[in-house]
């Protein structure tokens, strides 16, 4: 894994392109001042904790 992956204001991109939102399937936009990964067809955000995303719903924050 890259030194990028492991620091947690940041995700690797190549992760960013095979990650799907698992409420919907589709893409999701990484929002860096929060550290979550955002879901706009699920209203979803999904926490990084530690650098790993957490693709849990019941995990996810809802969006306004």
């Known amino acids: 894994m890259s030194e990028t992956f492991n620091t947690p204001a940041t995700v690797d991109p190549r ?17 860096r ?3 979550e990964l955002i879901s706009r067809g699920a209203k979803l ?11 849990l719903p019941e995990e996810a924050r809802p969006l306004d």
Do not use: K, S
């Not at 992760?15 to 929002?31: A, F, H, K, S």
């Not at 955000?45 to 693709?55: E, N």
């Open 33 to 35: 001042a929060a550290g």
């Open 15 to 31: 992760l960013l392109e095979v990650l799907v939102c698992p409420v919907t399937r589709g893409r999701l936009d990484y929002d």
């Open 45 to 55: 955000a999904f926490p990084i904790r530690d650098g790993v995303p957490i693709m």
